[in-house]
């Protein structure tokens, strides 16, 4: 069974740092892009980057120079580390595979002072 499941999530202060994990089974790991998306109450769900299986990234100008994503293929896991963070990233994040095509249910960053 193909499962992505996202971890790491919580309440920050402004200006304070997160690291997301993906853990991903079910496929193989190392082929795979892996996708972060967020979705804010109310709102559409928007691309933040993703990790190519050779490590390659690429973010929405939003959030670069701020959040960094990594993989470690031995642990199934993509990490997302967030730093400087800011109130309008208050979101829940999610993580997507492709070509496999599966989502994780998500988890909330709340950043409020």
């Known amino acids: 069974q193909v499962q992505l499941v996202e971890s790491g999530g919580g309440l920050v202060q402004p200006g304070g740092s997160l690291r997301l994990s993906c853990v991903a089974s079910?496929?193989?790991?190392?082929?795979?892009?892996i996708h972060w998306y967020r979705q804010a109450p109310g709102k559409q769900r928007d691309w933040v980057g993703f990790?190519?299986?050779?490590?390659?990234?690429n973010y929405v100008d939003s959030v670069k120079g701020r959040f960094t994503i990594s993989r470690d293929n031995a642990k199934n896991t993509v990490y997302l580390q967030m730093n400087n963070l800011k109130p309008e990233d208050t979101a829940v994040y999610l993580c997507k595979s492709s070509p496999a095509n599966a989502w994780g249910r998500g988890t909330q960053v709340t950043v409020s002072s």
């Open positions: 990790i190519s299986p050779s490590g390659n990234t």
């Open positions: 079910g496929f193989t790991f190392e082929n795979q892009f």
